[in-house]
């Protein structure tokens, strides 16, 4: 099946340090989503992406949809201790129709050092 | 999200017995999924819904079945459950394009 290849896997930052992170797939996406995953609890979404070239920030927190449709990005500035937890991206590909399924990375540990 | 609820939280149970898996939404949503995460893997659909009556599966579907009776109430049934299916379950509901997720169910078969 499609997958989405998320980098980095894992990340040990210094707190006021800036983050990137990225998905790539194989396919083209209608819709590119970023979530935040604490220990214990469910995916909570932090940005919605729904058309190529969009650049969107919610916070500190900065995604945008690659041009090409294949990609997004997720930065994250001045970091602080409670960033950390999984980040995961999420793409709805265009041959999922009016079903919104979506492929999910595999996740971005972020840890960060007060 | 507030308003989609998953039950039990947490439940053990053995080999073989079957397992029913709760999720509620208050959000009168049309679409409703339910996913399994597991290390390495990240979340993989088992199956979801679109309506009342209406599912689907999803790329993990084996060994599972749903039901949508209500617009409201997604269940997520293993029929004879094994080892292989503990792990952690997420419901989910959509709201346009965007999906939103339930806390979880941590479900261990020893």
């Known amino acids: 099946g499609q997958q989405l290849n998320q980098s980095p896997q894992s990340m040990f930052i210094q707190e006021g340090e800036d983050v990137s992170m990225n998905c790539t797939s194989s396919s083209i996406f209608n819709t590119w989503l970023w979530y935040k995953q604490d220990p214990g609890e469910g995916p909570v979404l932090l940005i919605a992406?729904?058309?190529?070239?969009e650049l969107t920030s919610n916070g500190r927190l900065t995604a945008q949809f690659g041009t090409t449709r294949k990609d997004s990005f997720l930065n994250i500035s001045a970091s602080i201790p409670s960033d950390v937890g999984i980040y995961f991206c999420?793409?709805?590909?265009?041959?999922?129709?009016?079903?919104?399924?979506?492929?999910f990375g595999t996740g971005t540990l972020l840890a960060v050092q007060p | 999200d507030a308003g989609i609820t998953q039950s039990p939280r947490h439940k053990v149970t053995e080999t073989g017995t079957p397992v029913t898996l709760r999720c509620h939404q208050t959000e009168n949503h049309r679409y409703m999924y339910w996913y399994r995460q597991d290390p390495g893997h990240g979340l993989r659909l088992i199956h979801y819904s679109y309506g009342v009556k209406d599912t689907d599966k999803g790329e993990v579907s084996d060994g599972y079945s749903v039901s949508r009776s209500k617009t409201e109430d997604f269940l997520l049934t293993l029929e004879s459950a094994t080892s292989s299916q503990t792990s952690v379950y997420f419901c989910a509901m959509a709201s346009g394009n965007t999906i939103y997720f339930g806390e979880g169910s941590w479900l261990t078969v020893v």
């Open positions: 992406l729904y058309k190529a070239g």
């Open positions: 999420a793409g709805q590909p265009v041959e999922g129709g009016a079903t919104n399924k979506l492929i």
